[in-house]
């Protein structure tokens, strides 16, 4: 081969491979027409009925309580009641021995009488002036003493007798027949059980949420259905410990089925919102600024930021950032970015994820 044909095909090739390299990084600049879509699983939002709860524990209380315990020291005489038993207001529950106030009151019922006698003869005299008028007034004196007496030891005698201060029922006996008891010293404990007081504690940030005159549900360990109360009283101050405050409602007990100590699940309604949107909280993805949702609108992916609120189960409110019939993307969320296209794969239903 001579020379100038040996540089005229070095030259040929050279240009051969420049345009080779030129057309390759052409074609992979630009991504081919018609990419393929992702496929995704959705939920459609709709508006439902949300009541707001408020979940918390307690325990029953009885509506009142009370150690019964004599007002006076002494022997206990007689017990008048059966343990466990339901007593009425004022029933006699147990007796006090009595027989050293019964014998002053005889005393003093004796004196009682000389004196009314004596000053009935003392009026006579001083009619016709046979004594003084303060001599008089002495004997009136020494008759409203021993009267004042008398009324003193009567009401000694009336505090031997143990009465029941309200209705309700009696609890297990302290003390036996013929032991010494002083007002210290509880005989019995009774209790109020209809109705009964429901306390639980609530936290804090639901302090305007809570009011009197609301309705609440409790469930009983052992009872299928649930319970009603009525909330009549909130604590006026929040613990520091727990950040809590007290509540306290009543719940009728006309059966006696339930007991004061009982262990309570409670669902305080605050309100009801008839247009809530909820979704599986799956859906909604955690960001630096709040939180997002994924929507499949027109055959592409877009991003929504959305505010949320309560939780029910598996799904949560959503008050901002997403309306009824739009539609929420539920899977491959690490996947999809704004604006890539997808297609509709599975609609999910709200009872498929309550599953």
């Known amino acids: 081969m001579k020379v100038h044909e040996f540089i005229f095909l070095f030259f ?3 240009a051969l491979g420049c345009s080779s390299d030129t057309e390759s990084g052409s074609a992979n600049s630009n991504p081919s027409p018609g990419a393929r879509s992702m496929s995704v699983d959705v939920y459609v939002a709709r508006e439902r009925i949300l009541e707001n709860i408020i979940n918390a524990t307690g325990s029953l209380l009885p509506n009142e309580a009370v150690q019964v315990a004599p007002e006076r020291a002494g022997k206990l005489d007689e017990i008048y009641f059966e343990e466990s038993s339901y007593v009425k207001e004022g029933e006699l529950l147990a007796k006090i021995d009595d027989q050293e106030l019964q014998a002053q009151l005889n005393k003093l019922e004796v004196q009682e009488r000389m004196a009314l006698r004596e000053e009935e003869r003392g009026d006579e005299l001083r009619k016709i002036d046979a004594i003084p008028q303060d001599e008089f007034e002495r004997l009136q004196n020494t008759r409203e003493q021993i009267q004042a007496e008398i009324k003193l030891v009567k009401v ?3 505090q031997t007798n143990v009465k029941a201060p309200f209705a309700g029922t009696i609890g297990l006996r302290n003390v036996s027949l013929g032991a010494y008891v002083s007002p210290s010293q509880s005989i019995v404990e009774l209790q109020q059980t209809d109705p009964l007081k429901l306390e639980f504690n ?7 949420e809570v009011r009197n005159g609301q309705k609440v549900t409790f469930n009983i360990v052992g009872f299928d259905d649930p319970f009603t109360a009525t909330i009549y009283a909130t604590s006026s101050e929040i613990s520091s410990t727990t950040r809590s405050f007290k509540v306290r409602a009543r719940c009728a007990n006309p059966k006696g089925l339930l007991k004061p100590g009982n262990f309570a699940k409670v669902e305080v309604i605050t309100g009801v919102n008839s247009h809530a ?3 599986p909280s ?9 939180q997002k949702v994924f929507l499949a609108k027109s055959g592409k992916v877009e991003e929504r930021l959305v505010t949320t609120g309560a939780r029910e189960g598996i799904m949560i409110e959503v008050t901002s950032g997403v309306e009824a019939n ?6 491959g ?3 999809v970015a704004p604006g890539i296209p997808v297609e509709t794969g599975q609609v999910v239903t709200y009872d498929s994820h309550l599953n």
């Open 277 to 279: 949107i909820m979704l």
């Open 12 to 14: 040929f090739l050279a």
């Open 156 to 158: 000694q005698i009336e």
């Open 202 to 208: 609530v936290p804090e940030k639901y302090m305007r």
């Open 326 to 331: 739009d539609t929420v993307i539920v899977s």
């Open 333 to 335: 969320l690490l996947s």
């Open 282 to 290: 799956d859906a909604v993805v955690p960001v630096i600024d709040g």
